[in-house]
């Protein structure tokens, strides 16, 4: 339920936002101001799907993880247990 109910808090917040861009970008009234928000626009809902999408394979959706992925457990702590120096 949390995480569902997170997802769609998260909708909600980037539907407001952009909302307010494009509110935004209608009063510019000027073609290179409109052309500069766009670029913008999509290098920012790009940067937002990116950080979706790592979202949803930290929260389970494996299918979508490309490649291999590191633990950060395994990298910080060996399963092996350290060798003992030969006396």
Do not use: D
């Amino acid at each position: 339920f949390w995480k569902v109910a997170g997802g769609l808090l998260i909708l909600l917040v980037c539907a407001i936002n952009m909302y307010f861009v494009v509110a935004y970008v209608l009063a510019l009234n000027h073609l290179g101001l409109y052309v500069g928000a766009a670029l913008l626009s999509v290098i920012y809902l790009s940067f937002v799907a990116y950080l979706t999408w790592l979202c949803l394979i930290a929260l389970g959706a494996s299918f979508l993880a490309c490649g291999s992925s590191v633990s950060v457990t395994r990298t910080l702590l060996p399963e092996q247990p350290p060798a003992h120096p030969p006396k």
